[in-house]
């Protein structure tokens, strides 16, 4: 660090421009083609596997599911948050991870069962199973907007 820095300074009195972009300068012609969006407003949306989110046998679970309301709320189940998870195996069988809202809910034993035979009686589903899970436990967080606007929460 003993060497000492020494900054040069020049002083001039004009700087030429640089040359400016011609079109008359280019010697090559080269053809633009317009395909850049050809390929992507023919390409066709991907099919959704059935059993998987957005395809048909999953978004049919999800009305069934959508049908059935809570006693003593009036909002179906899916939007109250009660369901936490739907997997559909590719042989047709159903999986739901559920909750009620307290463990003491008065449909806590005919709830699940419900579910049940609602998945169960969608075309495609073979077998429906449910699980009625406590953790994480629920809470109106959980709720869609949907839901909370029709409960006045919004």
Request: proline share 9%; aromatic share 6%.
């Amino acid at each position: 660090m003993n060497e000492e820095r020494r900054i040069a300074v020049e002083e001039v009195d004009a700087v030429a421009a640089p040359p400016k972009a011609r079109v008359e300068d280019v010697t090559e012609t080269f053809e633009r083609k317009r395909d850049y969006l050809t390929g992507f407003l023919t390409q066709k949306p991907e099919a959704h596997p059935a059993g998987e989110p957005g395809g048909e046998l999953y978004e049919a679970v999800i009305t069934a599911l959508k049908e059935i309301y809570d006693p003593e709320i009036p909002v179906n189940i899916y939007d109250l948050g009660l369901i936490y998870g739907v997997d559909i195996s590719a042989d047709g069988h159903a999986a739901v991870q559920m909750t009620l809202t307290t463990p003491h809910c008065p449909v806590a034993e005919s709830m699940p069962g419900e579910v049940e035979l609602r998945v169960g009686s969608v075309p495609g589903i073979g077998h429906a199973e449910v699980n009625l899970v406590w953790d994480p436990p629920w809470d109106p967080q959980k709720m869609t907007d949907d839901a909370k606007l029709e409960l006045g929460m919004l």
